[in-house]
């Protein structure tokens, strides 16, 4: 079996068990990680499980900030189940964000079975077709880089690739709490790993057509420019369109070809 070696930056922490620290040194840098069978296994016709999966962090630059958390859940989609989850700490000198995620310094360093967490999660990735992160471009990015192996997996993004269309009275890209709200999910606990992968799970068991949501999901999508007046932004708006967001001076999206075509405004294809 393949082993996986990751290396920290070199940061001295006080707190955290050293015993720990040296195993998670030994398995924390290596190649990138990847499954048994060095592809990702795609199907075309059928989806069996998918990994829920969010992360915390100290902020929002992957090149300075760190993951302090770990979070995801392995869902099977034809049964709607939980097959298994996990959710870890990583050990962090600072955290700027903890305000918003409220994981201190000092816990984040407190003695846990980090290299067995670790390795499950791994195991978790290896039973899955993909991925699947709320804002998955952020979630991603913290992958290959610092303390966690890439993840050789296609991903999809429950905020950008998931047509939520059919759940009325629901913004074209909902946060986590108003996607869950909108299915009738209760809301306790924002801001830390495994709530927010339960909170997509939660939603996944309430669509009837679950399948056919991801499927359509994993089709290519390309960036649209919305060809709209200043009176008609209220139509690119309305349609999940961002202002300044790809490009400056222009309402634009990624869709699928063929969602492109059911607007009812014309667009522009840029890439």
Not at 75 to 104: D, W
Not at 113 to 124: I, R
Not at 175 to 198: E, Q, T
Request: glycine share 2%.
């Amino acid at each position: 079996m393949r082993q996986y070696i990751f290396i920290f930056q070199n940061v001295i922490l006080n707190n955290f068990n050293k015993r720990n620290l040296d195993q998670l040194n030994i398995i924390s840098k290596s190649e990138d990680y990847q499954d048994d069978d060095n592809l990702i296994k795609s199907k075309k016709n059928s989806v069996n499980n998918v990994l829920i999966l969010d992360t915390e962090t100290t902020g929002l630059d992957e090149t300075k900030d760190e993951v302090i958390e770990v979070g995801s859940i392995l869902f099977n989609i034809q049964s709607k189940s939980i097959l298994s989850q996990v959710s870890f700490l990583l050990p962090v000198t600072s955290n700027p964000a903890e305000h918003i995620n409220q994981i201190s310094v000092e816990v984040s360093n407190l003695s846990q079975p980090s290299v067995e967490a670790m390795t499950f999660f791994l195991k978790l990735v290896d039973h899955c077709d993909f991925i699947i992160a709320h804002n998955a471009e952020f979630d991603k990015k913290w992958f290959g880089s610092g303390k966690l192996p890439k993840l050789n997996k296609k991903w999809i993004c429950s905020l950008e690739d998931i047509n939520w269309s059919f759940k009325k009275n629901l913004k074209p890209k909902p946060s986590v709490s108003s996607l869950a709200l909108a299915f009738g999910i209760p809301v306790w606990n924002l801001h830390r790993a495994l709530s927010d992968c339960y909170y997509l799970s939660e939603v996944f068991k309430r669509c009837d057509n679950l399948e056919e949501i991801l499927l359509n999901a994993l089709k290519p999508r390309y960036l649209y420019k919305a060809l709209v007046s200043y009176e008609e932004r209220s139509l690119a708006k309305n349609a999940g369109f961002l202002w300044n967001s790809h490009i400056q001076g222009a309402w634009t999206r990624k869709l699928s070809e063929e969602e492109a075509t059911k607007l009812n405004f014309k667009v522009e294809i840029l890439g």
